[in-house]
């Protein structure tokens, strides 16, 4: 059984599923942290723009995560959305 493990572990579908296991963790890490800074800037967000975060790629949620330093208002997080 052991040797069985090694072998499935080293086969591509394993490590497929294993990349894409470790990527959704990953994004879904960033969606939260995203949501929980925007939260602490502007309070509670719609459930639309909250929806469109949850959609973003992990590339776009960090560079979300830069530029929501620079909001000032929602109206800057929906501009953002709509240009990215």
């Not at 579908?13 to 502007?42: A, D, N, S």
């Amino acid at each position: 059984m052991r040797w069985d493990m090694a072998v499935l572990r080293e086969s591509p579908w394993y490590q497929q599923i294993l990349k894409e296991g470790i990527q959704g963790g990953r994004q879904e890490g960033e969606v939260q942290l995203v949501l929980r800074l925007l939260k602490r800037r502007f309070g509670v967000l719609d459930k639309g723009l909250q929806q469109q975060i949850q959609r973003l790629s992990v590339e776009q949620l960090e560079a979300l995560a830069e530029e929501l330093l620079d909001f000032s208002t929602v109206q800057d997080l929906e501009t953002w959305l709509k240009q990215n």
